[in-house]
Nanobody, 126 residues
Framework: QLQFVESGGGLVQPGGSLRLSCRAS????????IGWFRQAPGKEREGVSC????????TYVDSVKGRFTISRDNAKNTVYLQMNDLKPEDTGVYYC???????????????????WGKGTLVTVSS
């Protein structure tokens, strides 16, 4: 059974850090582009970061550049999102997703992904 399991969310104060993990089971993430997306209360889901199948190419939304880092460990079938200097506006449910059969970050987008995890909640508040 194909499954994505996100973990690592929680409550953190502004300026703090969290590392999200997205582990796949039932299929191999090798070669597939993976993205992290988030949805804040009352807002549409937005793309945060994407990583190519081989891990050599990454993209970030402007609001997280310099603060977030996406990485992957294909041997562990897991993708990570290291989030530093968190701000209240980073609050939301974070989802990982893939577009199977595609490796390039150009294939990554909110409307393009065909398999999604259930999400993990990140709350940034003092």
């Amino acid at each position: 059974q194909l499954q994505f399991v996100e973990s690592g969310g929680g409550l953190v104060q502004p300026g703090g850090s969290l590392r999200l993990s997205c582990r796949a089971s039932g299929f191999s993430l090798d070669y597939y582009v993976i993205g992290w997306f988030r949805q804040a209360p009352g807002k549409e889901r937005e793309g945060v970061s994407c990583i190519s199948g081989g891990g050599a190419s990454t993209t970030y939304v402007d609001s997280v550049k310099g603060r977030f880092t996406i990485s992957r460990d294909n041997a562990k079938n897991t993708v990570y999102l290291q989030m530093n200097d968190l701000k209240p506006e980073d609050t939301g449910v974070y989802y990982c997703a893939t577009r199977r059969g595609y490796s390039s970050t150009s294939a990554c987008g909110t409307g393009n992904m065909d398999y999604w995890g259930k999400g993990t909640l990140v709350t940034v508040s003092s």
